[in-house]
């Protein structure tokens, strides 16, 4: 292995000291020569590198192969980075050689260190990443996208089976939109995915921030006190995400109820020489001495430093962790200059997740538009505080979501919002659920009339199946012959891809096609009616249970539910309206059966009175026609009160509804009766009767 030799080419000091020089992390997978120059096998690997901080320049790069003691190999691979990146470098037969700074800029490796700014080179830097570090412990069988490595990894627990997870709660200021809860409920479904597929306890903590520059200008706007509007639009934040079935977290925490830990956070950090106060009271995080900025977002850090109007710090790109009170603010006592002041945004989640989770926990998430800065900078102010080398295992980032034709996120700022209760006018809460099942948690997704009737639309063919699969089950409507085996492999194939789906980076959109292939093969079977007897042996109602209970289970889980399979039949009053309901409909059945001139016999274990065919037959068309009235009248009647009661040929069944699209269900549900039987059913009976077949 080489050895390095530290020299400065600009100042000529021979030691690595702090003052002019950072010693760069080694890491090995960076450089692949596989990926750079082909046929050969080795691998390149940056040591170290000399930067000048008096000068801002970074002066060498030196590269060894470990792999390969091949000169011409080696050779070959500089040339190949040359040609690549369009850098000359000096033709050599050793292994040592020097690259410009334009090959720290294509990040074809992670190192350790920030080059310092100084006022002639602000935008002259040098920002690197470290190696992220593989938890040791319990391997779930997940793998997730670590935002920090940029790459799935194998999800892996320190204690089995219990997750810690911090998520970043809301600026409550405003009413909360539909991008606040598609980001909430697409966390809620992995924390819901976690829980219920692979028994793993989540112990999710959420911040609210409940004190901000946005809380306090928007107060001044309203001419209300801040505490009074932050608890109102908290309460509502909390109404908005029941409405949408997201689970409570396991501990809350407010920003207002932390200031004292805030203040020994930052005190400690002060004490560690990574932050300084300034005279008027604010307090900043000094980057110059933090040497692993930029680990999640390297490529933010290539863009202009932000104007600032805190001119008392010391460098562009230092953050208040420490605000000095301003007239009209609200303060807490703090121990600098004007011991006036109040958190910084940034300071507040790595001290109430620090409060809970202490230095490591296994998840950190948020929306992708928090990346950068805020959870750059909650990294940083966390690691200097705890003094550890990774204080998140794993970083999880929601996509935006956009409204149609609109290239922004949608956000508060940009008044570009649909609130959540104006969403929940025109959809129900398991539409959106399903919405936001069909995309992928880190994907940007559009909300547009189309995108949601999609999602409405995939609803519908569940609630559709899982009726007339109940009505198979009990007897009253039979199906073409259906293999058993068959059955109970498709179903045990899909168990399969559903968990692989949801266990490969929480993959629902997929894992959802193959819930619908399953309910596109039943549908098949249960469209094409059987010639056999009802009861007799191509019926699988065992096996068509199976499937049902499995699409349940799954729907519950993810807190996709349907009115007519709620809870509300499991109570004694629910029991009992369900029995009259059952009377009823077998009452109306046979009286639209004979109104239809249809046979009344149903099941080969009838008890009731049968009237013979020839008899009901003789009915006029004027002597049927007022009882098929009756019995769409009954029928209509019954959907004002969340009842819907469905035809299929000659059998009726009923349904809780409380959805605004029961035309549509009814148009659904009659698609799969074939029409030609639909015909002979109905040939010139219901003509005086629209409504019938609707």
């Known amino acids: 292995m080489f050895a390095a030799r530290w020299k400065c080419q600009k100042c000529q000091l021979n030691t690595p000291s702090r003052d002019c020089a950072i010693l760069w992390q080694v890491i090995n997978r960076t450089l692949s020569v596989k990926s750079h120059a082909s046929g050969l096998g080795g691998r390149l690997t940056a040591i170290h590198t000399q930067a000048c901080l008096r000068t801002s320049s970074v002066n060498a790069v030196r590269f060894v192969s470990t792999e390969s003691r091949d000169v011409s190999a080696v050779r070959h691979a500089k040339g190949g980075l040359a040609r690549r990146l369009a850098v000359s470098i000096p033709p050599s037969t050793s292994s040592l050689f020097r690259l410009k700074y334009a090959l720290l800029k294509n990040r074809l490796f992670f190192c350790r260190g920030i080059h310092h700014q100084s006022k002639h080179s602000a935008k002259k830097r040098h920002v690197t990443s470290e190696a992220w570090i593989v938890p040791e412990g319990h391997d779930t069988g997940i793998r997730v996208y670590n935002t920090q490595t940029r790459e799935k990894s194998r999800l892996v627990l320190p204690h089995a089976d219990l997750v810690r997870w911090y998520v970043c709660g809301p600026t409550v200021y405003d009413h909360a939109h539909i991008g606040h809860a598609s980001c909430y409920v697409k966390f809620d479904i992995i924390r819901r995915v976690m829980q219920e ?18 809380i306090i200008n928007r107060s001044l706007e309203l001419n209300v006190d801040c505490r009074h509007l932050s608890r109102k639009f908290e309460a509502e934040f909390w109404d908005d995400m029941a409405k949408v079935k997201v689970l409570p977290p396991t501990v809350l925490t407010r920003v207002t109820e932390h200031i004292p830990q805030i203040i020994r956070f930052i005190e400690k950090i002060v004490e560690a020489d990574y932050a300084y106060p300034t005279a008027s009271g604010s307090v900043y995080f000094d980057l110059t001495k933090y040497g692993r900025y930029g680990r999640l977002s390297p490529q933010q850090l290539d863009g202009e430093i932000r104007e600032t109007h805190d001119t008392d710090k010391r460098h562009a790109r230092d953050f208040a962790l420490w605000k000095a009170a301003k007239p009209g603010e609200p303060w807490w006592a703090s121990p600098w200059g004007s011991r006036r002041g109040r958190p910084g945004w940034h300071i507040e989640c790595s001290t109430m997740a620090s409060e809970i989770f202490g230095e490591k926990m296994d998840i950190h ?11 750059e900078n909650e990294l940083a102010q966390s690691e200097a505080y705890h003094g550890c080398a990774q204080w998140v295992n794993y970083w999880l980032h929601s996509g935006h979501l956009y409204t149609k034709g609109s290239a922004e996120k949608m956000s508060k700022s940009l008044k570009n919002t649909t609130s959540v209760q104006q969403l929940l006018l025109l959809y129900s809460p398991s539409q959106f659920r399903t919405f936001c099942l069909l995309s992928h948690y880190r994907k940007n997704v559009e909300y547009s009339e189309e995108s949601m009737d999609r999602a409405v639309s995939a609803r519908r063919k569940l609630k559709s199946f899982l009726s007339i699969a109940d009505a198979y089950i009990q007897g009253r409507v039979d199906g073409a012959t259906i293999s058993e085996a068959d059955l109970m492999k498709l179903l045990m194939d899909t168990r399969g891809r559903f968990i692989a789906a949801v266990a490969d980076d929480f993959d629902t959109p997929r894992a959802m096609e193959a819930i619908f292939e ?16 009802v009861g007799g042996s ?39 309206l369900g029995r009259t309901m059952d009377s009823l409909t077998r009452f109306r059945s046979r009286v639209r ?31 049927r026609a007022p009882l098929l009235a009756a019995c769409d009248e009954i029928r209509d009647d019954l959907i004002y009160y969340g009842i819907q009661i469905k035809d299929r040929g000659n059998e009726s069944f009923w349904e809780y509804s409380s959805d605004s699209t029961l035309q549509q269900d009814q148009s659904n549900w009659e698609s799969i009766v074939p029409e030609s039987e639909a015909k002979d059913a109905t040939s010139d009976t219901c003509s005086d009767t629209g409504k019938e077949d609707s």
């Open 365 to 375: 998430s948020g929306g992708v538009d928090l990346l950068f800065p805020h959870h």
């Open 593 to 623: 059966r004979v109104a239809l001139g249809a046979p009344l016999h149903t099941a080969p274990d009838a008890s009731e009175t049968e009237l013979p065919h020839k008899e009901v037959q003789t009915l006029t068309r004027s002597q």
């Open 197 to 214: 597929f692979f028994n793993i306890d989540v112990v999710m903590v959420m911040g609210i921030t409940d004190i901000d520059d946005k």
């Open 518 to 533: 399953l309910v596109a093969a039943c549908n098949q079977a249960l469209k094409h009616k059987s010639r056999l007897p």
């Open 538 to 576: 191509a019926r699988c109602p065992g096996a068509m249970a199976a499937v049902v209970a499995f699409i349940d289970r799954v729907l519950v889980a993810l807190g996709i539910q349907f009115s007519h399979r709620m809870g509300v039949d499991e109570s004694r009053s629910g029991l009992q």
